[in-house]
């Protein structure tokens, strides 16, 4: 069931719970500052419906890796404060602070979500939902995560997934499964090879 949870978030109009609210924020806040590490396969679902998939690495602080499946000449990785989209079949390289990101908000441990999320209801008792965004700055972006109730996971919610909204309007939503936290992750994990002084990764 929980599986269906980010279908309904991603079309769910946002609507604040009015009980619980409070606390399953500060659970969410707990879940992001406990995670040290976390590893899972992922599901990406852009907005014109194409599906890839590979494997998602986080290390805290700062480190993120999106491997995508065997055959896709894409890969992103945050390392150093940026975000840096590598694009193989065209040897081209994007960066971006991951601050003006919606995932630099699974990045930051000492990052406050309560002064800029709400939780949103997803009609499942089972599944928190918390929408992301800054007002003050709406070329960010927004990011509407999805958790879990398990209480073997940091704070009691294993993160699910995430819908990301760019200021265009563009929807990326990503599914996780297979999570797995707090295992031994090395820093050369998100080394890459620039496509620009080499022909392979």
């Not at 599906?51 to 999106?66: A, C, E, N, Q």
């Not at 990301?164 to 499964?177: E, G, M, V």
């Amino acid at each position: 069931m929980i599986r269906y949870a980010l279908a309904i978030a991603a079309i769910v109009a946002p609507s604040a719970l009015p009980a619980q609210a409070t606390g399953d924020l500060a659970a969410v806040q707990r879940h992001l500052q406990s995670i040290t590490t976390m590893t899972a396969d992922f599901t990406q679902t852009d907005r014109n419906g194409k599906v890839l998939t590979g494997t998602f690495t986080l290390k805290k602080p700062g480190k993120l890796r999106f491997q995508y499946e065997k055959g896709v000449p894409i890969l992103i990785v945050a390392e150093g404060g940026a975000l840096t989209f590598i694009d193989y079949s065209v040897r081209q390289v994007q960066r971006w602070p991951i601050k003006n990101s919606p995932l630099g908000i699974l990045l930051d441990p000492g990052r406050d979500i309560t002064r800029y999320a709400r939780v949103v209801q997803t009609g499942n008792d089972r599944v928190v939902s918390v929408e992301a965004n800054d007002p003050k700055h709406p070329e960010i972006g927004r990011i509407t995560m999805i958790f879990a109730r398990d209480a073997a996971a940091p704070a009691g919610l294993a993160l699910q997934g995430w819908v990301q909204l760019d200021s265009q309007n563009n929807r990326t939503t990503i599914r996780l499964a297979n999570q797995r936290f707090g295992g031994a992750v090395s820093d050369g994990t998100f080394k890459w090879v620039d496509p620009r002084r080499a022909n392979t990764r």
